[in-house]
């Protein structure tokens, strides 16, 4: 575990056990509503066009809003910087069989490792897949 950076420490501040349960809350309060369904379509038809199980990195999944909506799922890793949230994630709206390993990380995860060039460099990866429809590989972690 990292020392947490300025914005993490105030992260973990404003995302306390309240703050989580409430968004929990809400969670369960907008599942079925259009943007959570249509985006859980999206989502699942991503890990669809893999064709085998893939290993999934949520980065920032707070209460797991959108475990539900992946499938073959190999491993899930859900990092957030704020426990309560994570905590909240352990049982994920609509996943009660859904395993995930959560990880509370300081927001220097955000701010320095994954440097902006990097994040840029992922996102073409998946859109890439996505508009080739993922066929073989797809995405490659390079090795991890």
């Known amino acids: 575990m990292t020392t947490a950076s300025r914005w993490g420490v105030r992260a973990a ?9 409430r968004y929990r809350v809400h969670d369960d309060a907008i599942r079925d509503g259009e943007l959570v369904t249509r985006f859980s379509g999206w989502l699942g038809g991503i890990c669809d066009r893999f064709g085998r199980d893939i290993d999934i990195r949520d980065l920032g999944c707070g209460t797991g809003r959108y475990f539900h909506a992946l499938r073959h799922v190999r ?21 009660p069989a859904l395993r ?5 990380e300081g927001a220097d995860l955000f701010e320095a490792r994954y440097q902006w060039a ?7 990866e998946v859109c890439r897949a996505v508009a080739v429809g993922a066929s073989g590989d797809g995405i490659s972690n390079h090795g991890r």
């Open 100 to 104: 995930a390993e959560l990880v509370a």
């Open 75 to 95: 491993r899930l890793v859900g990092i957030d910087v704020a426990q309560p949230m994570l905590d909240e994630a352990r049982h994920p709206v609509g996943s």
């Open 13 to 21: 501040e404003l995302y306390g056990d309240a703050y989580a349960r």
């Open 118 to 124: 990097q994040i840029r460099h992922r996102l073409a």
